[in-house]
T-cell receptor, first 113, second 113 residues
Framework: NAGVTQTPKFRILKIGQSMTLQCTQDMNHNYMYWYRQDPGMGLKLIYYSVGAGITDKGEVPNGYNVSRSTTEDFPLRLELAAPSQTSVYFC????????????FGDGTRLSIL | GESVGLHLPTLSVQEGDNSIINCAYSNSASDYFIWYKQESGKGPQFIIDIRSNMDKRQGQRVTVLLNKTVKHLSLQIAATQPGDSAVYFCAENINSGNTPLVFGKGTRLSVIA
């Protein structure tokens, strides 16, 4: 199993541009998550999904959108990139139900200039 | 505010010594806790978890202790090695439906050779 795979690994955007961060997992996990991590800080939840067709806002959803059309994929979209969105973005997945550890990808490092 | 926090943001330990990383949580309804390790440039990696019906759990060179009376969680690493240098996060979950994990800010562990 590859686990959780994120692409791209690095990206530089100009203010106002849009892009989609890709995340796919091959563990057949129902739950998927998007976090952002600013330098020296912890993880902040952006959006999460408990199954295909279902998404919910996390702590910091503004400026982002998600979709979950399949179990495997959970893309994160930035419509109008802003400097405040410069961060490292992590995708994670877990089995259905509570008390399950999340498995993380290696992140996408995004800079908005 | 956050319900999960850490006592020390940084910890320096001599190689071969034992390390203890602490975490305080404020939600008495939390019943599942995880420790993650994050190396530079990588995503968080699951280390060990513990449910609230336990007060101690051991893994390979790691032990997690849970004190529900004072809402305190600790991670002990035996015979700390240079490869243990990383940021360590604790996370908690409330078993009340589809509630995502809540992460603390993290502690940086530096191993002195």
């Amino acid at each position: 199993n590859a686990g959780v795979t994120q692409t791209p690994k690095f990206r530089i955007l100009k203010i106002g541009q849009s892009m989609t961060l890709q995340c796919t997992q091959d563990m057949n996990h129902n739950y998927m998550y998007w976090y952002r991590q600013d330098p020296g800080m912890g993880l902040k939840l952006i959006y999460y999904s408990v199954g295909a067709g279902i998404t919910d806002k996390g702590e910091v959803p503004n400026g982002y959108n998600v979709s979950r059309s399949t179990t495997e994929d959970f893309p994160l979209r930035l419509e109008l990139a802003a400097p405040s969105q410069t961060s490292v973005y992590f995708c994670a997945s877990s089995r259905q139900g509570n008390n399950q550890p999340q498995h993380f990808g290696d992140g996408t490092r995004l800079s908005i200039l | 505010g956050e319900s999960v926090g850490l006592h020390l943001p940084t910890l320096s330990v001599q190689e071969g010594d034992n390390s203890i990383i602490n975490c305080a949580y404020s939600n008495s309804a939390s019943d599942y806790f995880i420790w993650y390790k994050q190396e530079s440039g990588k995503g968080p990696q699951f280390i060990i978890d513990i449910r609230s019906n336990m007060d101690k759990r051991q893994g390979q060179r790691v032990t997690v202790l849970l004190n529900k009376t004072v809402k305190h969680l600790s991670l002990q690493i035996a015979a700390t090695q240079p490869g243990d240098s990383a940021v360590y996060f604790c996370a908690e979950n409330i078993n009340s439906g589809n509630t995502p994990l809540v992460f603390g800010k993290g502690t940086r562990l530096s191993v002195i050779a």
